[in-house]
């Protein structure tokens, strides 16, 4: 059962959402479709780790007024972010008085935090549920690799923190696109312990999902306006390719990977690509739903790819091991009714 496609009876809106980012995301190819930027990255706070709070505390207001809600009306939270016991989210969202389901999926959290948003609601066991992430260049360094002044030299493969939150609000009634399938993730590991390197530990598990996907759905890639993962990176997302080409899907047409999205890869140094939870979160939040909401894509899968790993394992040389949920999103309300809530 836990590797099953789940079908959800009553797919919930996504009534409003939310991004807000970094300066060097605002200036990346995208930054016209996020809600906010702090042009030094501190939000006004005086730690990397306040500015991350604060910034998830601002993309939850923004999604809140965007809706017209107010706290009261939310029935709970799940959110998460790269920090030690998930310090980001429950500083960020403390002063919410709000049932709080703190979560770790790591670069996952957002494909994560919305399959169980949706699933309480499409259930109804919640009526209107937040997922909400995180990240920030300077504090996720800070834990995992060097301090900033520290200057340590990057290899080709590493990839970049984004300083950005996302946040979504969901709801049994409303308008908006619909989460209508979702299939939780499997942790795959390949033997890869690189830090600096995660797109290939993520990879795996990328492909493990989608093409669990694709057998128990009987869909194929071509049937999407968009296939997204978040984040592979540069090397990742070739990784993906191939490795789907061998399970007998050719992604070419409709995969893009919101690592490669969010930043110029010739006009922004950032090696391999984005990273982090913020950055599917800020991506998925931002331009993609604005891109649903317009009618240029009216359906895409998402897949949230993690690299479950702690600075504990890393300093011990332990193998990273990837995971990767998928969440159906699309626009026409015709496909309100993808089943009965079967699994499959």
Known sequence: MQKSLIRIPNPPHILSSAAVVGQKEAEGPLGAAFDLHSADDRFGMDTWEKAESEMQRIAFGVMLKKAGLREENVDAIFAGDLLNQCTGSSFGLLDYRIPYFGLYGACSTMAESMTLAALTVGYGIFGVTAAVCSSHFCSAERQFRFPIEYGGQRPPTAQWTVTGA???????????????????????????????????????????????????????????????????????????????????????????????????????????????????????????????????????????????????????????????????????????????????
């Open 166 to 344: 996302g946040a979504a609000l969901l709801s049994a009634e409303g308008v908006g696109p619909y989460v209508t399938e979702v299939l939780p993730g499997i942790s795959v590991e390949k033997g890869i312990s690189d830090a600096n390197n995660m797109g290939a530990a993520m990879a795996p598990a990328a492909v493990d999902t989608l093409t669990r996907y694709f057998a128990a759905s009987g869909r194929k890639p071509d049937d999407f306006d968009a296939i997204l993962t978040g984040d592979l990176g540069a090397e990742g997302h070739g990784i993906t390719l191939d490795l789907m080409r061998t399970n007998g899907y050719d992604l070419s047409r409709v995969y893009q990977d919101c690592g490669l999205m969010i930043y110029s890869s010739s006009a922004q140094d950032v090696h391999a690509g984005g990273s982090g939870c913020g950055c599917s979160g800020s991506v998925i939040c931002g331009p993609v739903m604005k891109r649903l909401r317009s009618g240029e894509w009216r359906d895409i899968l998402f897949i949230g790819t993690g690299a479950l790993m702690s600075p504990g394992s890393v300093r011990q040389g332990l193998p990273i091991a990837g995971i990767a949920h998928l969440v159906r999103i699309t626009a026409d309300p015709a496909e309100q009714k993808t089943g009965e809530g079967e699994t499959v």
